[in-house]
């Protein structure tokens, strides 16, 4: 089984656009986020897929019904954060209060307490390392922040690229779920999720997940998120490299999907990470893996 997971925001909240969209005027941009994440969870309830749902704190506090419909078929829910932002942007107090802040959102919407984490951007990085710490304190039990890829915002190339116990300086621990890369000569690819996934071949992104399950003998990690299968969304004024990341190919992308869902088994990171423990645990196999 591999992880599916969604990062539950809307078009003006992307990265590629924060030099010309500020927070503030969010509330100015017509909200597509529900309709396509309804559209998603359409794509799996008909397949009986489960996945992980990222929620972003600003959405489920204006979409306050579509957590409710995303529990109510099945699905995990996690956290995205509340406002989006880069954590390097701030510091320390600033990522524990909009953690602390989206987290009580989501937690009073499902009624359960809140145990994944998913930074925006995959910010956690060598940097901002300290934020693992933050999560772990304040609950969190899985992450999946650290791409472990050379990128101009993001990335730790040296991180582990599966599945993996993050020991903290604290004695407290937490587990670390990476995005699924491809290795070639001691350089980390990302193939499976967001840009990536949009612009690289069909073909190439389920070679490289069998090429992960058997060979590596290890799940992947796929993210999407709701815009990516909206090709009629507004256009925002940006340059070429911030357009280019942010549409290119967004009309082929739902038809992709459907093919990625049919043709792998998917599930919830905690039941994947929960299915990989007992696995290795019955093949009594020490490494750095789970
Ligand atoms: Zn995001």
Request: glycine share 6%; with cysteine.
């Amino acid at each position: 089984m591999n992880a599916l997971t969604i990062d539950v925001e809307d078009y003006f909240h992307v990265q590629a656009f924060a030099h010309v969209i500020e927070p503030t005027t969010w509330d100015c941009y017509p909200m597509r986020v529900e309709k396509n994440t309804c559209r998603l969870l359409e794509l799996l309830e008909q397949r009986g897929v489960r996945a992980t749902f990222f929620v972003l704190g600003w959405v489920a506090e204006h979409c306050p019904n579509l957590v409710r419909r995303i529990i109510a078929d099945g699905h995990e829910i996690g956290s995205h954060g509340y406002s989006h932002q880069m954590i390097g942007r701030g510091d320390e107090k600033d990522f524990r209060r909009d953690v602390t802040r989206a987290k009580a959102i989501l937690e009073d919407q499902t009624g359960a307490s809140i145990r994944c984490y998913r930074a925006p951007s995959y910010s956690i990085t060598a940097k901002t390392f300290w934020a693992l710490e933050i999560l772990a304190e304040l609950g969190f039990e899985y992450d999946s922040s650290i791409y472990p890829v050379h990128h101009d915002n993001y990335g730790m190339p040296e991180a582990p690229r599966f599945p993996h116990v993050q020991w903290l300086r604290d004695g407290r621990r937490i587990l670390e779920f990476p995005p699924s890369t491809f290795a070639a000569c001691g350089v980390n690819l990302p193939v499976a999720g967001g840009g990536y996934f949009r612009l690289l071949p069909y073909e190439l992104t389920a070679w490289a997940i069998r090429r992960i399950n058997s060979k590596e003998k290890q799940p992947a990690m796929v993210y999407l998120h709701p815009w990516e299968i909206d090709p009629d969304q507004p256009r925002v004024a940006a340059g070429w490299r911030s357009r280019f990341r942010h549409y290119h190919n967004l009309r082929a992308t739902e038809s992709k999907f459907a093919r990625l869902l049919d043709d792998f088994s998917w599930g919830p990171i905690s039941n994947v990470l929960a299915l990989s423990w007992s696995e290795q645990k019955a093949k009594c196999e020490v490494g750095d893996g789970l």
